[in-house]
């Protein structure tokens, strides 16, 4: 009777050895599994890309984010414009991914930001154009050279009489200090890209809001993207020293003869990684820069 008890109690403790052993495993299996699902939602959790700058890059970056959203649909792709010169301000500070960049990385901004590794990445290629209300273009002022541009940006020249149009007032339009149109304008006109334009009447921010200028006036000349031209505001043919008419369209940007032309370019904080760096080779592959061939000169 003993004996049996005995034997009895060893089952039992083997019985509950088992028990233990079989929930340990179930435990472990379990944790196991919890993990492995952490894990899985961590890489389906939303990523977030922040674009700012250049509102002349800003449409091909913008239909770029929505191409690249349908193979990737949980990347939210966040863009702004403001200009270069934001763009590169927010990338440098760490508020945005990418900046938007239509000029080069000025000195200044290199020395105002020491820590940052420019990494510029070009996508495509562009023409900064010497636009003119439609009503003086139709009025015969359809070539400008270098020199009369210049005349016009420093108030020396005031009136579309003077360089062969009609009677009319020029109403000469600026941009803002920091747009990269601008830099490469007045790079090429004035020799500075800083440089003062003594003559213009109105400042104006974004392309759109240029564009909207010159289309509802009789008499304005400024600056834009090569896009932005339209049947109200027309781009003008430079005439060079050597008497060579150089049109702005996107086959002289292309062989490299029309004289204000730039890159429009990506600029990251160092080598970009992860999902960044999958839109920006999505931007150069040849699915990008079908994009960018729409508007602009792609770079292959």
């Known amino acids: 009777m003993k004996r049996g008890l005995n034997e009895q109690l060893t089952m039992n403790g083997g019985y509950n050895m088992i028990k233990k052993v079989i929930s340990g495993l179930l435990i472990s299996l379990l944790i196991g599994l919890f993990l492995i699902s952490a894990c899985k939602r961590r890489t389906e959790e939303k990523k977030v890309i922040n674009i700012v700058g250049s509102t002349t890059i800003l449409p091909v970056a913008t239909k770029g984010a929505e191409e690249f959203k349908k193979i990737h649909p949980r990347v939210d792709i966040l863009i702004s ?7 590169v301000r927010y990338m440098a500070t760490n508020m945005a991914d990418i900046g938007m960049v239509s000029r080069h990385i000025s000195k200044e901004e290199k020395e105002n930001f020491p820590d940052v590794d420019f990494n510029v990445i070009p996508i495509g290629r562009d023409a900064v154009t010497c636009v003119i209300s439609s009503e003086i273009y ?8 270098l020199n009369d541009i210049r005349s016009i940006y420093s108030g020396e020249v005031t009136n579309w009489q003077g360089i062969g149009g009609p009677d009319k007032d020029i109403l000469v339009i600026d941009k803002e200090s920091h747009r990269g149109t601008r830099h490469v304008f007045m790079e090429v006109i004035f020799g500075d890209p800083m440089a003062i334009a003594k003559g213009a009447k109105i400042v104006t921010g974004s392309n759109n809001e240029e564009q909207t200028a010159i289309a509802q006036s009789d008499c304005a000349i400024g600056m834009l993207s090569n896009a932005w031209m339209n049947e109200d505001v027309k781009g003008v043919g430079i005439k060079m020293e050597d008497g060579n008419i150089i049109e702005p369209t996107l086959e002289n940007v292309k062989k490299g003869t029309y004289p204000i032309a730039r890159d429009l370019t990506f600029v990251t904080n160092g080598k970009p990684t992860g999902i960044v760096k999958e839109f920006i080779d999505f931007m150069v592959g040849p699915e990008g820069q079908k994009i960018v061939s729409e508007e602009y000169v792609p770079i292959i």
């Open 138 to 145: 139709n009025a015969g002022v359809k070539i400008l050279s």
């Open 81 to 87: 414009g403001g200009g270069s010169g934001v763009g």
